[in-house]
């Protein structure tokens, strides 16, 4: 279980890194869609993509983690609502499995955090 749990954070990161590097470098196929079918400024792209990059970075990080993922999951169900907007539904349910990825890691990091406050409540 522990191996999937570490798959599932890697893949998450990679997620996260990739998804911002394609919007802050703008590339083509994400201008044309954030920009060009939905009507997103460039700057917007951007700023979504610096977002997504430094969620993936927070994640790398046991202290960092769970706000990372946080940033993450929030900026994928975004990601995810706008493709259905944009009537692409097949897409859409497809883009909410990086949000269920992003839940996991928040739900293990915030259930070892809370394990760990218990052992130290109880020692003192």
Do not use: H, W
């Not at 970075?57 to 999951?73: E, Q």
């Not at 097949?90 to 955090?113: D, H, K, N, Q």
């Amino acid at each position: 279980m522990k191996l999937l749990k570490t798959v599932n954070l890697i893949l998450v990161i990679l997620l996260g890194l990739s998804s911002g590097i394609s919007k802050f470098m703008q590339i083509p196929q994400e201008m044309e869609f954030f920009q060009d079918e939905m009507g997103y400024s460039a700057n917007t792209i951007i700023l979504f993509g610096v977002a997504q990059l430094a969620a993936g970075i927070l994640l790398v990080f046991g202290k960092t983690r769970t706000t990372g993922a946080i940033i993450l999951a929030t900026t994928f169900c975004i990601s995810a609502l706008i493709v259905f907007m944009a009537g692409k539904i097949g897409f859409g349910f497809f883009s909410i499995l990086p949000v269920v990825m992003a839940g996991i890691v928040i739900r293990e990091t915030t259930r070892a955090v809370s394990v760990t406050d218990t052992a130290r409540a109880a020692e003192l």
